[in-house]
């Protein structure tokens, strides 16, 4: 193992950034490592180096339950700049088309939300990173090509009007896994004839993780290493959402060694959070269907 290997620390648990505009997810994640001088760190959904807001940094351990953040509901707030439709349907594509934007109004404006709320279909955007025969939508995209997309369910739970100026709607969205806001832009555009697309966009909610939480960048860098370290919250919150199951200590050896328990009070079906009486957060179980709790994603260490 190198020195700088070696002078790396096992820490875990969960970092909540503030992602500056401009700047990719993976590189502000491998600065906050870097930070932290942390082992190993992951984080839970990227966002687009346009996008701002929270960016929740996985520490050691907690990498082996980001995936579960993914499937959580977000909420962001953004601008819709209307007239313009882009290729990419935010601000850093190219012009495809301008029109003249209508007089706005809050009647019109709510009109045209109105179908975007609650269960709806969206398309994906030919720039995301789904992919299509084993090659990503945007590198295909790139190329001049587009391909047909299956529409997706999605949930809007709530899409909110913040404000409107002649040519500009400020937007605020709690949405389901899967939500692309530049699509929510395009459509809100067409249909008010103008087109449109996102000109900032900023996230504030990711589950029950909350902007108002998060630190910048430049905040964590005035910090000393143990300041920073006061900053990390524990892993379970990654899955607050989850019911929560304490065992005693012979339950808690048992299932550390993978054997599924039958358990008092579990509920009949799903992931759990598994605490052991004396040794705190476990790791993640889940009801199998002879009512016993497996184990699935133990922590190594607690």
């Not at 720039?127 to 995209?141: E, I, N, P, T, V």
């Not at 993978?258 to 009486?277: I, K, S």
């Amino acid at each position: 193992m190198s020195a700088g290997r070696a002078s790396l620390r096992p820490i875990s648990g969960v970092f909540l950034l503030d992602k500056a505009s401009g700047y990719s997810s993976n590189s502000s994640l491998q600065k906050v490592r870097r930070l932290f001088q942390a082992r190993k760190a992951g984080h839970t959904g990227s966002l687009d180096p346009l996008a701002s807001g929270l960016l929740p940094v996985c520490l050691g351990e907690a990498t082996k339950l980001s995936s579960f953040l993914l499937n959580t509901d977000k909420r962001y707030r953004f601008r819709v700049r209307l007239g313009v439709e882009t290729d990419t349907a935010d601000s850093e594509g190219r012009v495809v088309a301008s029109r003249a934007v209508p007089d706005l109004s809050n009647t019109l404006i709510e009109a045209a939300l109105e179908p975007l709320r609650g269960e709806i279909d969206q398309v994906p955007p030919m720039y995301s990173a789904l992919k299509h025969q084993g090659q990503r939508l945007y590198d295909l995209a790139r190329q001049g090509i587009e391909v047909e997309r299956a529409s997706r369910r999605i949930f809007i739970y709530e899409l909110r009007l913040l404000a409107f100026e002649a040519d500009v709607v400020d937007l605020e969205v709690h949405c389901s896994k899967g939500t692309y806001v530049r699509s929510l832009a395009e459509v809100l555009g067409r249909t008010l004839g103008c087109g449109g697309h996102v000109e900032i966009l900023r996230r504030t909610a990711v589950g029950t993780l909350d902007i108002s939480d998060a630190l910048t960048m430049d905040e964590l860098e005035s910090l000393s290493l143990e300041e920073r370290d006061a900053h990390v919250r524990p892993m379970d919150q990654l899955v607050s959402h989850m019911p929560a199951i304490e065992l005693n200590d012979e339950m808690s050896r048992l299932v550390r060694q993978g054997n599924p328990l039958f358990v008092p009070q579990a509920p009949a079906h799903g992931w759990v959070r598994l605490y052991g009486r004396s040794l705190g957060f476990l790791g993640l179980g889940e009801v199998l269907d002879d009512g016993r709790v497996g184990p699935r994603r133990m922590l190594a260490s607690v």
